[in-house]
Nanobody, 124 residues
């Protein structure tokens, strides 16, 4: 019954910003670390960002450090990914996921539930 629904993707130009949202249900959201991953066309899934249950600790993939910010609103059961200075290489399907761990983790094997994904396309 766990459900994760991503939204906020779209087609933007290089340099633009987007904010992705992931609404969670079917779990005690505040108890779980959350993560974002992405899968570019024809490539493997890649770690983007993760956040601990309280929102006090975050980690990021090297390619998005300084540009993306993960945050969460436990009262709304929602995790966000603010994406600034978007590049064509950011084009991917973006997935949110529920972590098995308390601390943020960067491996997909550490996540038990996944959303359906939302497409982000960045043009040159």
């Amino acid at each position: 019954q766990v459900q994760l629904v991503e939204s906020g993707g779209g087609l933007v130009q290089a340099g633009d910003s987007l904010r992705l949202s992931c609404a969670a249900s079917g779990l005690t959201f505040r108890n779980y670390a959350m993560g974002w991953f992405r899968q570019p066309p024809g490539k493997e899934r890649d770690f983007v960002a993760a956040i601990n249950p309280s929102g006090s600790s975050t980690i990021y993939g090297d390619s998005v450090k300084g540009r993306f910010t993960i945050s969460r609103d436990n009262a709304r059961n929602t995790v966000y990914l603010q994406m600034n200075s978007l590049k064509p290489d950011d084009t991917a399907i973006y997935y949110c996921a529920v972590s098995y761990t308390i601390n943020p983790i960067n491996t997909p094997r550490g996540y038990g539930y996944w959303g359906q994904g939302t497409q982000v396309t960045v043009s040159s």
